[in-house]
C-alpha cells in the first residue's frame, strides 16, 4: 500500500496546505479518504479523479468532508461523457442526520452511498476495511485497512480510549490526529489528541511507525514532532502535503 497526503490541517486550511484527506493505493486500486477543503486540486497532482475506485468519509465535520460539494461537478460532467461508471461508491456516516440528508440530496446522483455503522466490515479487491466509532464530538470512525499482509490504521478524530488502542494493534503506518500540543492538552475532551498522546496511542498499540496529522495550523509542527517522540520510540514522521508513504 502507499499513502499521499493531500490535506493535514485540522479546522482549516493553513498556508499552502488543505484540510484532512489522504489517498491509499492498494494493489492498482485508489481510495480517497476524507475531502477536506482543497483535497481534490491537490489529489490531480498524483492521479486523474477518473482513477479513484471508491471515496471514505470519517465524519460530517467541514474539515473532513466540504470538498465533496464540488468534486460531485467533477463527476456530474465525467459521468455524462461515459468516462466514469454512473456512480462512485462513497463510505460515509450517516450522522448528525440533518447534516447527512443535506449532503446526500447534493450529491446522490454521482454517488452510490452506503452508510457507516460501528461494525460495518468491507472487502474490497483483496483488502479488508473495518471501522471503530471513536470519542469526538460527533460520530467518527476509524478505518483500519489490511491488504497483503500489511496494515494501515487512521483514527480520524478522537481522543485517546482503550477500544482505540486495540483497533490500532500492530498497524505497519498509523494515522494518528495530533491536533494539540501540550500547552493545551486540556482541550483534549473535545474529541482530540495532543501529539503527546498520539505518541503513547503508538506505543501502546505496539505500531512500526507513527504518522502525526490534523495539525493546528498555525502550530510549530516540530514541537508536536518532539512532543510525540517522548512516548514513542519508533519513527515518527509529520504528514505533509505532496508526501508519499509506503506501507
Known sequence: MKLTALGTSGGFAGKNDGCSSYLLTAGAKNYLIDLGPGSLSELQNHIGYRELDAVFISHLHADHVSDIYTFRFALFAAQKEGSMPPSLPLYMPGQPEETFTFIRSNIEEQFNI???????????????????CTQHSLPAHAMRFEHR???????????????????????????????????????????????????????????????????????????????AREFFPGQIDLAERGLVFHI
Open 149 to 227: 499482509g500489511k496494515v494501515f490504521v487512521y483514527t480520524a478524530d478522537t481522543s485517546l480510549f482503550d477500544g482505540l488502542v486495540s483497533f490500532c494493534a500492530n498497524a505497519d503506518l498509523l494515522l494518528a490526529e495530533a491536533t494539540l500540543q501540550d500547552k493545551d492538552r486540556d482541550l483534549e475532551s473535545m474529541g482530540h489528541m495532543t501529539a503527546a498522546t498520539a505518541g503513547k496511542l503508538a506505543r501502546r498499540a505496539n505500531a512500526e511507525r507513527l504518522l502525526l496529522t490534523h495539525f493546528w495550523p498555525e502550530y510549530d509542527r516540530s514541537i508536536s514532532l518532539s512532543e
Open 114 to 132: 452506503t452508510v457507516l455503522t460501528p461494525d460495518s466490515r468491507l472487502e474490497l479487491d483483496g483488502m479488508v476495511v473495518q471501522f471503530l
